[in-house]
C-alpha cells in the first residue's frame, strides 16, 4: 500500500512560485502530479521515472514547471514558477508504473487528496 500525503498550496499572485510536495510511503513507482481546474477534467501536469532520471511535462507548464524527488526522503516536489491564473487547480500528487511516464490517470493506483492552488490576477 503506498499513501500520498502533498502540502504547500495556497494563493499568490500571478508571476509568483510554489513549490508543492508530496510526501510517499510504500514501495517506490513513477509519480506524477495532475490537476483539475473547477468545471474542468483532471489533467497531467509533470511526471517523473523512480530513478528521476526522465521527466516530462504536458506543454502548458513546460518551461515553468519543474517536478523532481529525494528518493532519501521518499518525496516528489514540483516547483511552479511563472505562475499564471490559469494554473488555478487542486493539484494531485500520483504514484503507478514502473517503467515509463505515463499521462494517463488510469494508470495510476495511488493519489493523494489534492492541495489547492490559487494565482490571483
Known amino acids: 500500500q503506498v499513501q500520498l500525503v502533498e502540502s504547500g498550496g495556497g494563493l499568490v499572485q500571478a508571476g509568483g512560485s510554489l513549490r508543492l510536495s508530496c510526501a510517499a510511503s510504500?514501495?517506490?513507482?513513477?509519480m506524477g502530479w495532475f490537476r483539475q481546474a473547477p468545471g474542468k477534467e483532471r489533467e497531467f501536469v509533470a511526471g517523473?521515472?523512480?530513478?528521476?532520471?526522465?521527466?516530462n511535462y504536458a506543454d502548458s507548464v513546460k518551461g515553468r514547471f519543474t517536478i523532481s524527488r529525494d528518493n532519501a526522503k521518499n518525496t516528489v516536489y514540483l516547483q511552479m514558477n511563472s505562475l499564471k491564473p490559469v494554473d488555478t487547480a487542486i493539484y494531485y500528487c500520483?504514484?503507478?508504473?514502473?517503467?515509463?511516464?505515463?499521462?494517463?490517470?488510469?494508470?495510476?493506483?495511488?493519489w493523494g487528496q489534492g492541495t489547492q492552488v490559487t494565482v490571483s490576477s
Open positions: 500520483a504514484a503507478g508504473g514502473i517503467f515509463s511516464i505515463s499521462r494517463v490517470e488510469y494508470e495510476y493506483a495511488y
Open positions: 510504500g514501495r517506490t513507482f513513477n
Open positions: 517523473i521515472t523512480r530513478s528521476g532520471g526522465t521527466t
